[in-house]
Antibody, heavy 123, light 111 residues
Framework: EVQLVESGGGLVQPGRSLRLSCTAS????????MSWFRQAPGKGLEWVGF??????????EYAASVKGRFTISRDDSKSIAYLQMNSLKTEDTAVYYC??????????????WGQGTLVTVSS | QSALTQPASVSGSPGQSITISCTGT?????????VSWYQQHPGKAPKLMIY???NRPSGVSNRFSGSKSGNTASLTISGLQAEDEADYYC???????????FGGGTKLTVL
């Protein structure tokens, strides 16, 4: 059974950093690209970023709203994807979801989702 | 304001069919076959229902189907069931600065 478990969320002050982790199981993690999405309280879904598998160079893509502040990485030996969030803003407050991507481009879709972890940016 | 336009709400009775539209432009929905649909129940993570316009992931009921005409994609649910009541979001590739854009979501009520 495919499982994705996010961790690392919490309350953080504006301007500070936070790193989310996504621990995967039930599939060969290294064979898949991974995406992060977020959902602000009471709002819709927003794509955050994407990392390809090593077979496709392990390259990353980011939404304009987080580019330059957020970094996605992966450790295939541990089956973990990371979302490093720097210079956090109040508008980054959201539930962050880790997902398994269907294809090699971000928009191809995400077929498995974690339960989400809440990040609250507030002073 | 979301990049893709969805109706805020739709409703239908059990057994009926409904269609949710997702309207974009030639820079997103109309230009590429990367349209996905997600179902989200309150307090739960989204679930992929349709990818690449009309493909159903394994395990998704064949009551759910997707299509596209011009700049508008559609999700049709036939034989409505009570458990279909949820929020539905469309997404698409976009050639703008952000690779993936979403619609604002549609709340489906099963009467």
């Amino acid at each position: 059974e495919v499982q994705l478990v996010e961790s690392g969320g919490g309350l953080v002050q504006p301007g500070r950093s936070l790193r989310l982790s996504c621990t995967a199981s039930g599939f060969t993690f290294g064979d898949y690209a991974m995406s992060w999405f977020r959902q602000a309280p009471g709002k819709g879904l927003e794509w955050v970023g994407f990392i390809r598998s090593k077979a496709y160079g392990g390259t990353t893509e980011y939404a304009a709203s987080v580019k330059g502040r957020f970094t996605i990485s992966r450790d295939d030996s541990k089956s973990i994807a990371y979302l490093q969030m720097n210079s956090l803003k109040t508008e980054d407050t959201a539930v962050y979801y880790c997902t398994r991507a269907i294809g090699v481009v971000p928009a191809a879709g995400a077929d498995y989702w974690g339960q989400g972890t809440l990040v609250t940016v507030s002073s | 304001q979301s990049a893709l336009t969805q109706p805020a709400s739709v409703s239908g009775s059990p057994g009926q069919s409904i269609t949710i539209s997702c309207t974009g432009t030639s820079s997103d929905v109309g230009g590429y076959n990367y349209v996905s649909w997600y179902q989200q129940h309150p307090g739960k993570a989204p679930k992929l229902m349709i990818y690449e316009v009309s493909n159903r992931p394994s395990g998704v009921s064949n009551r759910f189907s997707g299509s596209k005409s011009g700049n508008t994609a559609s999700l049709t649910i036939s034989g409505l069931q009570a458990e279909d009541e949820a929020d539905y979001y469309c997404s698409s590739y976009t050639s703008s600065s952000t690779d993936v854009v979403f619609g604002g979501g549609t709340k489906l009520t099963v009467l």
